[in-house]
């Protein structure tokens, strides 16, 4: 895992809290926001967009890869993931596996709870870092559909 600066964590942080700020969630009423840092330092947000027919929603995290994919951004530094939520959110499982596809393993996310910026609390109850192996162990990915076959 490439270290990420704490300046450059809180910013990482600070983006996901903007980008909650474009949830669309009539239904469950639960906002999320995501935000990536690719190698060149750009952040890309994303927002939880929920659909009546709820299996057309999608999460704040795949939000994000999503418009990154779509404009060629294929490679990422971190991940940070924050809703309303005092404690850590960690991502979905469909999102893990998604992250699988496009964030290396050890690439650190962030998982941020609404107090993450709150002083008067203890920073290991406002902030839960793990790598994407860490949150998908014994995952699949791309390299296993180049495996032989018998």
Known sequence: MDKVSDETRDRLIKAAFEAKDGAYNPYSKFRVGAALLT????????????????????CAERTAIVKAVSEGTRKFAALAVTSDVASAISPCGFCRQVMREFCALDMPVFMAGANYF????????????????????????????ELPRT
Not at 124 to 139: I, Q
């Open 39 to 58: 190698p060149n330092g750009e952040t890309i947000k994303g927002a939880n967009i929920e659909n009546a027919s709820y299996g057309g929603t999608i």
């Open 118 to 145: 709150d002083a008067n609390v203890k920073p290991e109850a406002k902030l839960k870092v793990m790598t994407v192996g860490e949150l998908l162990p014994e995952s699949f990915g791309p390299e296993q559909l």
